[in-house]
């Protein structure tokens, strides 16, 4: 429970990310071209969510940046291709 309570503070701003982000994706449902540039808003925003979070931790490696990274794009192209499905 006190690994949880630490963290919470870090967690709670990348769920506001998301949730933001979300928002903004409906919010903006009539323009894919702006839901684009949201999606790569969280994505990016997301990436350097994990670099803060792991360099704080003192835990940054080249392969925990690569991964967030990885993520990123994978989310960014299963959105991108749902939102441009049809």
Do not use: N, R, T
């Not at 963290?7 to 684009?36: A, E, N, T």
């Amino acid at each position: 429970m006190k690994h949880i309570v630490k963290h919470l503070p870090h967690y709670l701003s990348l769920l506001g990310i998301f949730v933001v982000g979300f928002l903004g994706f409906l919010i903006f449902s009539y323009d894919k071209g702006f839901q684009i540039a949201i999606l790569a808003s969280i994505a990016i925003s997301y990436v350097a969510w994990g670099i803060i979070h792991h360099h704080i931790h003192k835990d940054l490696y080249l392969a925990v940046v690569i991964e967030y990274i990885a993520v990123a794009i994978l989310g960014f192209v299963i959105v991108f291709s749902i939102v441009f499905q049809g």
